[in-house]
């Protein structure tokens, strides 16, 4: 039997209103990140555009071995160069080791060491297990309050906002890997569910990482050895 119109209406109305809900979190991260983020490489001079932070808090990504993935070599690289260029001081490795197999915060620290990064300057973070939890103990555990967050330019967005709204002062840096890498489309799309779940860690529940503790001083050995 044909479909009443007020069935269609609904329909529609119900459609739209998905489509909303579905974008409202993505928009909400490029909101609050406007005008705190720069593309890493987009000019000559992009290293100039970057506001001086006593830390960079590079997330981590998949690492294979003992070598991090393209995509976490490429933020290594870029806080390498903000550290040489004296805009960071310290640099905080946040990710994965859930596992006793699997460290990336490990294979972070000794690419920059190989790399010419002194010792002094890195952190170390094991509980990195998402960007929100990053932001939180940045902020809780380690005691950061301005900081410079590197990651892909897909995952910016929602780098910057998640650890504005941690409490931490931030500017972002991003890497455009899609110029390189056809995968990064993917993971750009992920970024839908991904920024609807920080909308709700950081928003809705004002969750707690996984490990909320304890204080660490390190990262102001580091401030202070630099």
């Avoid at 920024?195 to 969750?207: P, T």
Wanted: hydrophobic share 45%; glycine share 8%; charged share 20%.
């Amino acid at each position: 039997m044909p479909l009443s119109r007020r069935f269609l209406r609904l329909s529609y109305q119900g459609a739209v209103l998905l489509s909303v809900l579905a974008v409202a979190p993505l928009t909400w991260v490029w909101l609050a990140s406007s005008g705190h983020r720069v593309i890493a490489d987009s000019s000559p001079g992009w290293v100039a555009g970057v506001p001086e932070a006593p830390v960079a808090l590079v997330l981590g990504a998949a690492a294979f071995g003992g070598t991090p993935s393209p995509m976490l070599a490429r933020r290594l690289d870029i806080s390498a160069e903000l550290y040489r260029a004296g805009k960071v001081r310290a640099i905080l490795l946040s990710g994965d080791n859930g596992r006793i197999e699997y460290d990336e915060p490990t294979v972070m620290r000794d690419y920059l060491l190989a790399r010419g990064i002194p010792a002094r300057a890195l952190v170390l973070d094991y509980a990195g297990f998402d960007t929100w939890d990053s932001c939180v103990r940045a902020r809780a555990v380690f005691g950061a309050t301005r900081l410079t967050v590197v990651t892909q330019l897909f995952h910016l967005p929602r780098a910057v906002t998640l650890c504005r709204r941690a409490g931490l002062e931030t500017f972002g840096v991003g890497d455009d890997s899609s110029q390189r890498w056809a995968s990064t489309y993917a993971y750009a799309a992920r970024e839908f569910a991904a920024s609807a779940k920080g909308l709700l860690d950081a928003v809705v529940l004002d969750a707690a990482p996984v490990f909320p503790g304890p204080r660490e001083t390190s990262l102001e050995a580091a401030l202070q050895s630099g």
